[in-house]
């Protein structure tokens, strides 16, 4: 396991991430390919996936975090999406996490 040093001087945002090692294999990439491209087209300073905690913890200006989780919450929708049409198995906190996110995507195109 790759060991991080969090970088204080920056804020963070914690996202909780309990979706099972499936999902987030994808959503990470190999080698961090998608968590390092996020980073680098965003501007945040850096990206992590705590196995542990499960969550991923993102750092750098607000605006630009803000934006990452944006970015991060699609690729979890996608791949969830993708992953439940091919009828796979998914624990019961990425359902619940599929369906509000699925509402809230809804919600946002009845204002437009």
């Known amino acids: 396991m790759v060991e991080y040093i969090k970088p204080n001087r920056l804020p963070e945002i914690t996202l909780p ?16 390919c998608y968590f390092k491209k996020t980073t ?4 945040v300073e850096y990206i992590w996936y705590d196995m542990d905690e499960k ?3 993102i750092w750098g200006e607000m605006d ?27 624990n019961e906190y990425c359902l619940n996490w599929y369906n509000k996110y699925s509402i809230n995507i809804a919600e946002m195109n009845n204002m437009i």
Do not use: C, H, P
Not at 40 to 43: F, I, V, Y
């Open 17 to 32: 991430a309990d979706f099972g090692s499936d999902v987030m294999k994808q959503v990470i990439g190999k080698d961090g």
């Open 64 to 90: 630009k975090t803000i934006n990452s989780t944006t970015i991060i919450e699609g690729r979890l929708y996608r791949i969830i999406n993708k992953m439940k049409q091919k009828k796979v198995e998914l």
């Open 40 to 43: 680098e087209n965003t501007g």
């Open 55 to 57: 969550t991923i913890k």
